[in-house]
Structure formats: structure tokens, C-alpha cells
């Protein structure tokens, strides 16, 4: 059985950083890709950055400030992918989420909150 289970978020001053984990109990090369999402609150929820199979990092195009703050990385022997994210903003504030998906199908964590906040 597929599960990802996110860890890592919390509380964090404006300029503070965070890593975020998703730990997954198969083998993160099994799937395609695995990403991170986001959920603000009363908005949807939207892409961040995914890692795929072959390592390649694609991030989302409406959030073009992000490759110089949030960056993915993985640990195939934890089976782990991670989202260091640095000089957070309020505006980041939201439910991160990590997904992961072969061909067919795809699996979601519960999430971990971000709050960026003085």
C-alpha cells in the first residue's frame, strides 16, 4: 500500500527557512514523478515542484521566484523527497502537500502546515 506522510512544517518569522520531508513507504523510484502542492486557505490547490524519475526538476511557471527559494531533493535510500525552502514570505503560508504518481494512478499525503508569521 502507497503512503506519504509530509513532516517538517511549523511556524517560521518572515526570511526563516523550513524543510519539508515526504517520506514514502515504496520506493520513490516506483512512481513518475513526485511533487509538491500547496493549499492556502479558500484557495485551491496548486503545484510547486516536482522531481521525476530521472531526476529532472520542474517547477511551477506561475511561481517563477521560487527556484531561488524552494528547491526539491530526494534520498532514494529513505525514500524520502524533501523541500528545503528558504527566505520564506506570509505569503507561503499554506498546506503542503506531497503527491506522487506512476502511469495510472497517483497518491496524496495529509499535508503539513506552513505558517509564515511575526
Known amino acids: 500500500q502507497v503512503r506519504l506522510v509530509e513532516s517538517g512544517g511549523g511556524l517560521v518569522q518572515p526570511g526563516g527557512s523550513l524543510k519539508l520531508s515526504c517520506e514514502v513507504s515504496v520506493n520513490i523510484f516506483n512512481f513518475n514523478v513526485v511533487a509538491w502542492y500547496r493549499q492556502a486557505p479558500g484557495m485551491e490547490r496548486d503545484f510547486v515542484v516536482s522531481?521525476?524519475?530521472?531526476?529532472?526538476?520542474?517547477?511551477?511557471d506561475s511561481m517563477k521566484d521560487m527556484k531561488d527559494r524552494f528547491t526539491i531533493s530526494r534520498n532514494g535510500a529513505k525514500n524520502t523527497v524533501y523541500l528545503q525552502m528558504s527566505n520564506l514570505k506570509p505569503e507561503d503560508t499554506a498546506v503542503y502537500y506531497c503527491?506522487?504518481?506512476?502511469?495510472?494512478?497517483?497518491?496524496w499525503g495529509q499535508g503539513t502546515q506552513v505558517t509564515v508569521s511575526s
Open positions: 503527491r506522487a504518481n506512476d502511469l495510472s494512478n497517483y497518491w
Open positions: 522531481i521525476n524519475i530521472g531526476g529532472r526538476i520542474d517547477y511551477s
